[in-house]
């Protein structure tokens, strides 16, 4: 068959089956990310139906889908949230960064997978997911609830965390010298403290130089600004992801909102082909060895976010059942897992379990989470009854 | 009364304060533009028993109705020594032969003797309204008068 003509055909079957999977997800009400993550292994290498000729094109629009996921989640938040979110929760943040960071790390060296290894599995282990958190505080109706703020300034600062981690990340796969790593993360802290100064004095200038009241060019000036920073900042090494989510934070007010409108749904397909993509290239039938490692790691990355929701709820004064709601509602790992594990397969610098540990990961925590979220609560409050109920006898 | 304001980073903004009876009321305004109405529950007052999407429209009436309700209560106290002036409040409806009209055409204080002391609108107190004011739906009028001239009144409003 004609190259092109097959290549039409498995993408467009591939897409179609993603709006299949999208509306299941939607219909029971979880995250369609695992399900994408399954439709990948069952397309790709050693799965069910084997796809060769979309694999250039699924690459290309898996990066572009990195690029507006890291985009939209600058875009999320204003320079000012960010400010106030890291003054007032620090502590909450270091915590909640230590405590998820290790349990990933520690797999990852007792499985051999060295220092590089251990950097990339803390990161796929530490970030929350945000869009599931979000999406499970509107769902559940928690909007007005008084744990949601320091959920919501968690998340932020895993945010900001992430501005630091990536370049590192990236610095550490390319498999630069200490020296020439300090230097990278150097850079990285640097451009991140100017771009937060510039986004919070002369944010305007920078929304002003891509707003347009024309749809059609305001979203091919974002687009264009955002493919453009994003391949500078991989030309100097700082990882093309960063460069997109500075753009992000640095557009503020009401052009971040209409461009956050006008990206999503092009976020949603390119997003979507990169989990499959991410899927394609993970031998389903190296799952299995390590879905043992899986659930531990769950288990254990569960109970150490649980913690740190439990903790900062505490600090600020909220009762039991809030702080274990706010716990739950974090536990929820998804895109950016899967960012950061993308990033290091693609760079060869890791084997190829890793990949494999990550998919079964996240698939377990993207349902857990929504999971975890919904029924922490009754939980709670049927385990302090039945205490309650002997101590009245 | 202390309203305390909360960011929700990505989300929008928090507005809510305790009541005397230990509920904490209050609104959410998202980003969108949407605002939820929220009510904590009696035994946590941490979480919502409800968190209700209202559009503007409905937002503004249900601001009316608590801002009315308090300008009639402070009316009637007011006139609660003279003998047979009762204070009522009507609302604009849609079908209502006055709406975009300027409260003058339907000439109530001529025909009744009924005077409207103030408009509500959208939670906000426009008092001592001029006959030039232009009537929207929605809007509640707090009268003042006899019962049956509010009767009346009321009947005008209605039907012309």
Redesign the interface.
């Known amino acids: 068959m004609d190259p092109l003509a097959l290549t039409l055909i498995e993408l467009g079957a591939v897409v179609f089956c993603l709006g299949l999977l999208a509306r299941l997800a939607g219909r029971i009400g979880m995250s369609p990310i695992p399900l994408y993550l399954l439709g990948g292994l069952a397309f790709g290498a050693g799965g069910v139906v084997k796809l060769e000729g979309m694999h250039e094109f699924a690459h290309l629009s898996g990066e572009i889908g990195v690029i507006l996921l890291l985009l939209m989640l600058g875009l999320?938040?204003t320079a000012a949230?960010?400010f106030?979110?890291l003054r007032r929760s620090w502590q909450a943040g270091v915590l909640d960064l230590v405590l998820n960071f290790l349990p990933g790390a520690a797999l990852a060296l007792l499985l051999g997978w060295g220092g590089v290894g251990a950097m990339v599995m803390g990161g796929v282990t530490y970030i929350s997911s945000?869009g599931i958190a979000?999406k499970v505080?509107?769902d559940l109706?928690?909007?007005?609830?008084?744990?949601?703020?320091v959920v919501?300034?968690i998340?932020?600062f895993e945010d900001l965390a992430m501005a630091v981690y990536l370049p590192i990340l990236t610095a550490t796969l390319a498999g630069v010298s200490f020296l020439g790593g300090l230097t990278t993360v150097a850079i990285a802290l640097a451009v991140v403290t100017a771009v937060l100064m510039v986004a919070l004095r002369h944010g305007h200038h920078v929304s002003k130089a891509v707003h347009s009241e024309n749809s059609e060019v305001f979203l091919l000036n974002v687009l264009g600004a955002a493919l453009l920073v994003a391949g500078l900042a991989s030309a100097m090494q700082v990882s093309a992801a960063v460069g997109a989510f500075m753009l992000g934070i640095a557009i503020s007010g009401a052009t971040a909102?209409n461009a956050t409108r006008i990206l999503e749904p092009l976020r949603d397909l390119f997003a979507a082909i990169f989990f499959v993509a991410f899927g394609l290239n993970t031998d389903p039938t190296s799952i299995p060895p390590v879905l043992g490692w899986a659930l531990v790691l769950a288990v254990a990355t569960a109970g150490t976010k649980m913690a740190t929701g439990i903790w900062a709820a505490k600090r600020e004064g909220?009762?039991k059942?809030?702080r274990f709601?706010a716990g739950a509602t974090l536990i929820a790992r998804g895109e950016f897992s899967i960012v950061i594990a993308g990033l290091a397969v693609a760079s060869g610098a890791v084997p190829s379990n890793l990949a494999a540990l990550a998919t079964a990961y996240v698939l377990l925590m993207a349902v857990i989470g929504p999971l975890a979220a919904r029924f922490v609560?009754p939980l709670v409050k049927a385990s302090t009854r039945s205490r309650q109920v002997p101590a009245q006898a | 009364m202390n309203v305390d304001e909360t960011n929700l980073p990505g989300l929008g903004r928090r507005k809510d304060f305790m009541t005397a009876s230990g509920r904490r009321i209050g609104v959410v305004e998202l980003r969108e533009g949407q605002t939820e109405l929220i009510v904590s529950t009696w035994d946590d007052p941490d979480t919502c028993q409800a968190s209700i999407p209202l559009t503007s429209d409905e937002a503004a009436t249900l601001g009316n109705l608590l801002g009315g309700q308090h300008l009639a209560m402070k009316l009637a106290e007011e006139h609660k020594d003279v003998p047979g002036i009762v204070t009522r409040q009507f609302s604009i409806a849609p079908e209502s032969p006055f709406q975009n009209q300027p409260m003058g055409k339907a000439c109530i204080r001529t025909r009744c003797g009924v005077s409207i002391v103030a408009i509500m609108r959208e939670g906000e107190v426009l008092p001592s309204p001029g006959p030039d004011v232009i009537l929207h739906t929605g809007d509640l009028l707090v009268a003042v008068g006899t019962l049956e001239g509010l009767d009346s009144a009321a009947d005008i409003l209605r039907h012309g």
Do not use: D, F, K, Q
């Open positions: 999320e938040y949230e960010l106030t979110g945000s979000a505080i509107t109706g928690r909007l007005g609830n008084r744990e949601t703020p919501l300034s998340l932020v909102h909220i009762a059942p809030g709601r609560e």
